[in-house]
């Protein structure tokens, strides 16, 4: 084939781009972790336990019992197909007995409020003495961490005198070990200094303590609209990761005082007001392809009362957590126990409601080997190939969808676990040239 450019030519003329490259790259390193946990239940730390998590889920199999009675009644309430109604009560009921609570955020914040200093610094040793018999007893949940005070004047010394005596008790106890996946939530942040500063403690403490650089880890919480846009108009959230020094896991959505932060009445401040939509929109555009995992915020309106109150707000929990869902938000915030229930069901129902239709398509999909095909009405491209096999893995990960369901497109475990569509059609092409 004529060409107009050596090889050597082409080396050359791309060398820029290539040193452009490494750092973008060093920015965004891909995937943050294998598994992200579907919901952050937070409590206050007063009232803290090491064995919250199971005492949540006690008290969510009970109002399940109580008020969602049997499949079909449940099924009817939160809007769920009666096709679905027996596997997802299934699935839901198996997950309360088994891990009723995925991430647990202790909080020193706003589920804690303003304390006097002898106060805080006595539960945040507490706190520290629970989080260890949970290490010891296996009884804290897969995540954990704490949320501290934000870094304003008048609360910053607060939120790191909390957080210092939390992480160093603990790891004075254990030998220098945290809990699995423990991370420490920044609220409220308004400039990236804020972050820097955080970044600046954690640097320090593992030089005091001898901890391996980079052990710990931190998490934004985005309820501000100086997030979203400074005075320049200019977007702080990528300031905010380039201020964590690769330190940061996640970006949590404050729902509620970021629709205060806009002046939005009480009575509008819901999950899917469209402001909240444009700020969500805005974090994903800002850390697509940077690893951080992303959550959206918590209904409210909780599951208490009568039947009929109760029935209501699982329907609004389980529309609020499928509006985050199709928003490609696959985590969010619960308040209270008997929201443990809807936030399963409606994560493994809105899963399982495309698993016949996805199935198919990614099964005709790798038969044709990547050329586009057409099935039913629907075409995919190379695109969304990649977009099929996320499907299963996000199905996977979330605990809606089994090994053996996702086996059913043809592909192997090996293939799957590549993460990758383009990995897959190359391994597949090798093997049919060898």
């Known amino acids: 084939m004529p060409t107009t450019l050596t090889s050597h030519e082409i080396d050359f003329l791309a060398a820029p781009l290539d040193a452009a490259l490494v750092p973008f790259m060093r920015r965004f390193p891909g995937n943050a972790g294998d598994r992200q946990p579907v919901h952050t239940v937070y409590g206050g730390a007063h009232l803290f336990k090491n064995d919250t998590a199971r005492k949540l889920g006690e008290k969510a199999v009970q109002v399940l019992d109580q008020h969602g009675v049997d499949p079909f009644v449940f099924a009817r309430a939160i809007g769920v197909e009666d096709s679905q109604a027996e596997k997802v009560w299934q699935r839901v009921v198996e997950k309360l007995h088994r891990e009723p609570v995925e991430d647990f955020r202790v909080d020193f914040e706003d589920g804690y409020g303003n304390r006097p200093d002898e106060e805080e610094d006595r539960h945040a040793e507490q706190v520290a003495r629970e989080l260890v018999t949970g290490m010891r007893d ?18 910053a010394r607060r939120g790191l005198r909390t957080m210092d005596i939390v992480l160093s008790t603990v790891l004075a106890e254990t030998g220098g070990k945290l809990p699995a996946n423990f991370v420490v939530t920044l609220p409220k942040i308004q400039l990236p200094e804020q972050v820097t500063l955080l970044a600046d403690v954690f640097d320090a403490m593992e030089t005091r303590l001898e901890l391996p650089q980079g052990m710990l880890r931190l998490e934004f919480m985005i309820e501000t609209t100086q997030s979203i846009l400074n005075e320049r108009g200019e977007s702080n959230l990528p300031r905010f990761l380039d201020a964590a020094r690769g330190r940061a896991v996640a970006a949590h959505f404050g729902t509620y005082d970021y629709t205060a932060s806009c002046n939005i009445t009480a009575a509008e401040q819901r999950m899917d007001h469209p402001a909240c939509d444009f700020a ?36 609004l929990h389980v529309d609020h957590v499928r509006h985050s869902l199709v928003n490609a938000y696959y985590q969010g915030w619960d308040l209270h126990p008997a929201q443990l229930p809807t936030r399963y069901a409606a994560v493994y129902s809105f899963f399982l409601a495309g698993l016949g239709a996805a199935t198919e398509r990614l099964r005709n999909f790798m038969e044709k080997a990547g050329q586009a095909t057409l099935v039913g009405d629907v075409f995919d491209d190379a695109a969304t190939g990649q977009g099929l096999l996320n499907y299963f893995l ?30 897959i059609l190359h391994g597949r092409r090798a093997k049919s040239e060898e």
């Open 138 to 155: 296996g009884t804290l949940p897969p995540f954990t961490g704490i949320r501290i005070k934000p870094f304003t004047q008048e609360l």
């Open 280 to 315: 969500r929109n805005m974090m994903q555009i800002a850390y697509a392809g940077t690893g951080l995992w992303l959550s959206d915020g918590a209904t409210n309106v909780l599951p208490i009362g009568d039947r009929e109150t109760i029935h209501r707000a699982w329907r």
């Open 394 to 423: 996000r199905g996977m990960n979330s605990g809606a969808l089994t090994e053996e369901e996702a086996l059913a497109t043809g592909l192997t475990l090996d293939e799957l676990r590549s993460r990758s569509f383009v990995k």
